[in-house]
């Protein structure tokens, strides 16, 4: 079985407790653009933990995005959802690095491979 970092954990919990946020929020306003972006950050770091060689300059770039957005303390779960609309507003910015490296995530033929496989 394949972890990050022990340093990185964080990182993960809190965007899984991001993207719970979006979710709720948006079973609300009837989107899933939040919850879905999060999501996809998600499978991301999880693609870096499997590929950590070939994706190396990705990885580096997006935890050092994320460990400046995400704080390693979260607010109290009602002051949650704000956080993740505001942080979301930030990293769904075209030109924001986060955006990027997601947007081209599936140029990499072995991530493209197995996205294949479960999108058929």
């Known amino acids: 079985m394949i972890f990050p970092e022990e340093q990185k954990l964080w990182i993960f919990e809190n965007l899984y407790e991001l993207l719970v946020a979006a979710g709720k929020q948006e079973q609300v306003t ?4 939040m919850r879905s972006y999060y999501a996809s950050i998600l499978d991301a770091l999880i693609f870096m933990c499997y590929f950590p060689k070939s994706m190396k300059a990705e ?3 997006l935890y050092e995005q ?3 957005l995400i704080p390693r303390t979260l607010p109290t779960e009602n002051k949650r959802t704000v956080l993740a609309e505001e942080l979301f507003n930030i990293i769904y910015d075209r030109k924001h690095s986060v955006r990027e490296i997601i947007y081209y995530l599936d140029t990499i033929t072995k991530v493209n491979r197995i996205k294949s496989v479960f999108t058929q």
């Open 30 to 33: 009837g989107t899933g653009t």
């Open 59 to 61: 990885s580096e770039k």
């Open 66 to 68: 994320l460990e400046k």
